[in-house]
């Protein structure tokens, strides 16, 4: 059965779901190949195999490649499978035909997608986004739509091949230093059944342009005629005092499981001022109702001066968190200076001792302290020596994933450019780590679907892939 060609205008509006590029084409021949892309493939990829042309192969550009493919689909770039339509003799031919197109350019070598080997499994990195400028945070919608932000002051919907824009972002979104447009968050309420879009970024001054804070927004998820915009946007929280400088911003967003919001706030490089002080936002984590409102059962709700969203306290730039899907913890890892990297588990009230203990240095090698551990704060659940730029934080759940890697922490790394996994044993202790896509680029996010997809941002490629596990044979 042929394929309405509704279904796959997707493909067409951004090329092909293996494919981005230009235009090429050939005369076609009547050979079954040529005749199966004509009924099935010509009016989303071009005569002749156009799209095939001259482009580079986000899925792998081998006969393998094609097949797989070709058989069993791949809904995230819009493309069906034709497994159930077409025998192996007809998916050969058009497979052979679709090469013989492509291998008219010149340039043509066909190439493998790229796969990473581990002790126990095989992964296969799929670009599914490219032509970013800086990626930044991601979250699913409840549609199983792909959000993804642009440092630069862009949030993209991206669905079944199709990349769009979201209108309606606030104008006070200032790009400099580390700072612009940073995580996103899709939340619905379970009681109006209203979809709403969350957004942390580093907000301007109103009437300073040389100072800066954390901000955090919502808007309305309004949805009509494929155009996708916030409505009804408001500030929810500003992390005050605004600062002159540019850095250290935090701004990861996450829902636990007692329906709040979570906020991280980095100290914005005023470590001797923000992070050890309750009557200061920066360097701390926030905790607020979905509308911004202050939960009743906040610890420093009732502590005269103190600032009564913080959650927890003494915290550098936490650039990590996610909800453990068993315990309902928020766990969340934080940039140290030259070593000292953490990952955290959130105790309500709790203070994670920056700067008074650490087991970084200054950049220049000098002592911030010599204590690791001082009473009435934390100990970190984990710690890296040196440094990682750790950055982007989740776990693996469900899925194809096999049971060796389920509970394993994945963590990017911007300066050593690879994803981390993490292995923890029962007690929650790090038994073993293990670098995956080496030399893919800066990771900036990880983030896990419902049905186990991981996806990764990596920040200077300008990609998003998502890993595929396949087991050894």
Known sequence: MRYPAVLLIPIAVVGISFFIGSDTQSDQTEEPG????????????????????????????????????????????????????????????????VLQQAQKEKRFYPTAPRTEETSDLTIRADVIMDGLETPWGMDLTDQGGLLVTEREGRLWHFQEGVQRVVKGLPDDIIVKGQGGLMDVAFWTDNKTLESWVYLSYSKLHPDNDRLSATGLIRGRWEVADSTFRLADVETLFIATPYEKTHHHYGSRIAFGPDGMLYLTCGERGHRDTHPQSLESRPGKVH???????????????????????????????????????????????????????????????????????????????????????????????????????????????????????????????????????????????????????????????????????????????????????????
């Open 287 to 473: 905790r607020l109702h979905p509308d911004g409102t202050i939960p009743a059962d906040n610890p420093f709700l009732n502590i005269p001066g103190a600032e009564p969203s913080i959650w927890t306290w003494g915290h550098r730039n936490p650039q990590g968190m996610f909800v453990h899907p068993t315990t309902g913890e928020i766990w969340t890892h934080e940039h140290g200076p030259k070593g000292g990297d953490e990952i955290n588990i959130l105790r309500k009230g709790a203070n994670y001792g920056w700067p008074s203990i650490t087991f970084g240095r200054n950049y220049s090698g000098t002592i911030i302290t010599r204590d690791t551990a001082m009473t009435g704060m934390e100990q970190p659940l984990y710690y890296w020596l040196p440094s990682i730029g750790a950055c982007g934080l989740d776990i693996i759940d469900g899925g194809q994933w096999p049971k060796a890697w389920q509970g394993n922490l994945l963590a990017g790394s911007l300066s050593f450019e690879y994803l981390e996994r993490l292995v923890l044993d029962q007690d929650q202790k790090v038994i073993h780590r293990e670098n995956l896509l080496e030399d893919i680029g800066r990771v900036r996010d990880i983030c896990t679907g419902p049905n186990g997809d991981v996806f990764v941002a990596i920040e200077g490629a300008g990609t998003v892939v998502r890993l595929i596990p396949l087991p050894k044979l």
């Open 34 to 97: 040529a005749v199966l892309y004509a009924e099935f493939c010509q009016d989303c990829h071009g005569t002749n195999g156009r799209d095939f042309v001259g482009r580079t192969w986000k899925l792998g550009s081998r006969k393998k490649d094609l097949l797989r493919v070709m058989e069993e689909g791949y809904p995230l770039l819009g493309m069906p499978g034709y497994g159930a339509t077409m025998g192996p003799e007809e998916l050969d031919s058009l497979a052979e035909y």
